[in-house]
């Protein structure tokens, strides 16, 4: 009963985050209010989750489903752990940039199309998910993660006696966990909380400003377009918010782990810290159309079965 029980909660938990995911990247581009250079990172962080649920959740469920025992030999547990790695990577960078265009936004409106090129987001992109396929399938390929840098899972396959008992295993050595904690996690994470600060410094000091000299009948109009861009903030500030609750107790863990513990803890515990990391990518898709008009919109008519550019003027950017 309680294995049925676990088995329908995970389904729907997989299910909801694909289908979500799905509905934000159809809502970028099907809406012409969301064809935008900002966007492109909330596309991308939008496909990270989407692939998260689809190549990652079914393998992390079964495992669940089969207290931890791995059926698909070596090879393919090291291509599903440099997955998970590289999709975890890819959110934190996307995260990093989203709040990097939230600021060049706020900052300095008038620069920001000059400063946030087609070209330079392209270039972006390529890098981020470049760094992450470079930090998961190189360093877990080449045996650096491993306390006697030997790669990890080898030496078994599908067709070993005994594969009932093997374990799809990550390991660590302490290096590796403060290298990776620091740069992929803590790092990334303390650039967005002050990237964050200083857009809110600086939206404050805007708002005091169009008040102080704006005429009042212009007023009105550059108040509607700093709020929409307010706005937009709020909405990347919760995500970012949700992306600490969740991620914060993983890497925690994983940092203890491979750094003092001398012994995993029990499977419960492994558990519950990366299921509710991967609750991070389910509730992201929540998060746009709640706090984004935008999105809500899009999102909407998808589900109504409308077209989402029907009747709308071509969206041109506040500033």
Avoid at 157 to 167: N, P, Q, Y
Avoid at 222 to 250: M, Q
């Amino acid at each position: 009963m309680f294995t049925a029980l676990r088995l329908v909660v995970l389904v729907v938990f997989i299910v909801l985050t694909i289908c979500g995911n799905m509905l934000v990247c159809l809502a970028v581009a099907t809406s012409r209010r969301l064809h935008q250079i900002s966007s492109c990172f909330i596309l991308s962080l939008a496909v990270t989750d989407l692939l998260l649920g689809m190549l990652v959740l079914p393998l992390s469920a079964m495992l669940e489903l089969r207290n931890g025992r791995w059926p698909l030999g070596g090879v393919f547990c090291n291509i599903y752990i440099s997955l998970d790695v590289m999709l975890c990577s890819a959110s934190i960078l996307n995260l990093l940039a989203i709040s990097v265009d939230r600021y060049l936004a706020i900052s300095n409106p008038l620069c920001y199309p000059r400063k946030v090129t087609p070209r330079r987001v392209a270039v972006t992109l390529t890098a981020i998910w470049t760094c992450s396929l470079a930090v998961s399938f190189l360093s877990i390929n080449l045996g650096w993660n491993t306390p006697d840098f030997t790669v990890q899972n080898l030496g078994w396959d599908m067709w070993d006696e005994g594969e009932e008992s093997r374990t799809c295993r990550y390991e660590w050595n302490n290096n590796y966990v403060l290298l990776k904690a620091s740069l992929i996690f803590y790092l990334p994470l303390l650039v967005m909380c002050g990237m964050y600060h200083r857009i809110f410094c600086v939206a404050r000091e805007q708002v005091r400003r169009i008040r102080a000299t704006t005429p009042s009948f212009v007023q009105s109009a550059n108040a509607v377009a700093i709020a929409r861009e307010h706005k937009a903030t709020v909405t990347l500030a919760a995500v970012l918010g949700a992306f600490v609750i969740c991620w914060f107790p993983y890497f925690t863990y994983f940092t203890y782990m491979g750094m003092w513990a001398e012994v995993h803890p029990n499977k419960l515990t492994h558990s519950i810290v990366l299921w509710l990391g991967y609750l991070n990518s389910a509730l992201n898709p929540i998060l746009y159309p709640a706090l984004n008009r935008d999105f809500r919109r899009a999102c909407g008519q998808l589900l109504c079965c409308r077209r989402s550019n029907q009747g709308q003027l071509p969206f041109v950017h506040p500033f």
